[in-house]
Structure formats: C-alpha cells, structure tokens
C-alpha cells in the first residue's frame, strides 16, 4: 500500500509513473507526427513535456544511484556495473533489431545487396541507428527505427559517468554547477551548429554533448537529494513551479539543441523534484516502457508500409500493438534474468 512519508528516503518515489508518461508522450506524438494526425488541444497539453529529456535525467539519477550501490570503499565495481547495464538494455533491444529485420524484409522492396546488408548489420545491432542505408530510405518514415538513436547517447552516458563519478561525488555543488553549466553551454554551442547535412553536424546532434548536461542534472539531484528533499515540503513545491514557470517561460529565450535550453534545464528539474514531491512509495508491478519505447516505431514503420489509411482508429491500434510488443519484450528480458543468474549460481557451485 502506498503511503505517504514525511522524511526523505530514496525509494519514496514516483519515478515509474514519470516513466511511463515519458514513454507515452514520445510513443503518441511520433504517431500523430508520422500519421499526419492533430491531436486534440487538451491530449496536446497533457504530453507537452518532452520523454526524451525526462528520460535522461531520471537516468542521471538511477544511475548515479547504482554507481553507489556498486562502490566499496569509494572504488566502482565497474564489471557489474556494466553487467547490470548489459542485461538491461541489450538482450531487449537485439530481440527489436530482429524483430524488425525480419518485418522490413516481408514488407519492403527493394533487398540491400552484400555490402549494405553487412552495414546495415553492423549499424542497427552496433547502436548505430544515426545511420541508415539508401536501400531503406523509401520503408516507413525513411528509417528502420529513429527513435533508438537514445540508446547510444544512453551508452555514452554510462562511459562518462564510469570515469568521472569517483572524483565528481564529493565535490561541493559550486563544482557540480559549474560542470552543469559547461554541458549547457555545450549544448547552446550544438544548436549554433545548427541542423545542416553535413556528416559532422549530424553525428553531433546524435552524439553526447548536446545531452549530457539533461542527464548531469539527474546526478546533481542524487548527490544532493538529502539537503534537497529534506527541506519542507511546502518549500520544494514552490520551487517545483518556479521550474515549471521557467519551462514555458524560457522557451525560445536561449537556443537549445533539440529544445530551448532554459526549458531543457527546468524540466529535466522538474523530473526529479516532481518524482519526489508527493512522499509516496510508488511502484508499477510490470514495467513495459523500455520495450514499448524500443517497438513504437517498428509498429508505425509497418503500418505505413502496409497503406493503411492513418487515422485515430489505426493509432489507437498501433498504441496497443506497441504496448503488447513491450510487454512480450519486458518477459523476454526477465527470461534472459533469470538464465543468467541460474548460469552464475551454476558457475559458483
């Protein structure tokens, strides 16, 4: 039973429900992107807070938090960090690259020959999503599955964390600010870039650097939760809506890369303060977000590959496939769990 508290403890949260609102903002405006539909002003406002940049604070957050399960003596236990991590996010997202390989290549023509095969085998099973085959421009929306471009940066972000967590989570919050604001400024200087053709432009804006400072602010508010959290509950509401005043407010007062900076920082706040406002202990039996997040777009890609008319009707459809497709992904990754910690007890015997 959920109940509220009054003093701040890491699991009072309720980070599975900003989960699952990430994933449904992203899954339903990529639909109505694709389908050409317009959706209802009160359903617009609902998912005006972007997935994506929730996402990489709440994992800024999680995973600074796992970086300290996995310490002893202040030293990371970087091999089961990185096993944690593996378990987590490739034996579910190998399944969907399968998966949807073998759906582009009942629905689609024309074939790749030799060589573009072995690229587009090495990209999409690599993380390697930024890129996409001539071959392929012409099935869905002009690529085999846009959306996973996140999982790459995800992985980045575990790289930079690993090498600089040690020395970043005792430093004082004049240090992790200034480190915010360099990221930041990162990410201002990649919207100066712009969003032209050229390679370099593009792989930038799929690269780390105009994220990191997203996930940074996740780490920031772990390190500091205690001081934070445990202030009075009515205070971190004010500042709650300060942050939210500063999200609409902000927006399009300083250029951002994939959104306006001062709006990017308020929410990715917002994120954490939020997850923490209420003091309840809230958890989702099942959760589905990762693998319904992997599958969306390899739904919408068949859907317009197969003519169907688009409509409310076929996305409503669309939104249910892709949640069954999340919730066979999320049993297949248990299933993997579960094997490899019987091949690990195994081993140990």
Known sequence: MNKPVTKFSFENNIFDIIRYYAMLQVMVNHMAEHFR?????????????QGVVILFALSGYLTAASLDRDSMNGDIDKPKFLK?????????????VLINTVVIFVLYNPKPNLKEGLIYV????????????????????????????TILVELEFYVIIILIWKWLKNKGIITWSILIACF???????????????????????????????????????????????????????VGV?????????????????????SGIALAAMTIIFGYLFKIKFRAKIDITYGTYLYHMVVVNAIIALGVRENFVVMGIGIVVSLLLGLMSSRFNRLVGIKAAYGRAKAGN
């Open 122 to 149: 090495i990209t999409q099973f690599g993380c390697l999503n930024f890129y996409t085959g001539e071959w392929l421009r012409g099935y869905g929306v002009g690529a085999p599955n846009g959306s996973l471009w």
């Open 84 to 96: 944690k991590r593996f378990f987590r996010i490739f034996p579910e997202y190998w399944l969907c």
């Open 184 to 238: 930041a400024g990162l990410n201002y200087l990649t919207a100066i870039a712009g969003d032209g053709e050229m390679i370099a432009i593009k792989l930038l804006n799929c690269s780390i650097i105009p994220y990191l400072y997203m996930f940074m602010i996740g780490c920031f508010f772990y390190r500091f939760r205690e001081k934070i959290f445990n202030c009075d509950s009515r205070l971190i509401a004010i």
């Open 37 to 49: 539909l317009q959706l209802p002003a009160v359903l617009q406002a609902l998912i005006k807070f």
């Open 242 to 262: 300060f942050f939210v005043a500063m999200y609409f407010l902000g927006d399009g007062l300083i250029s951002g890369s994939y959104l306006s900076l001062l």
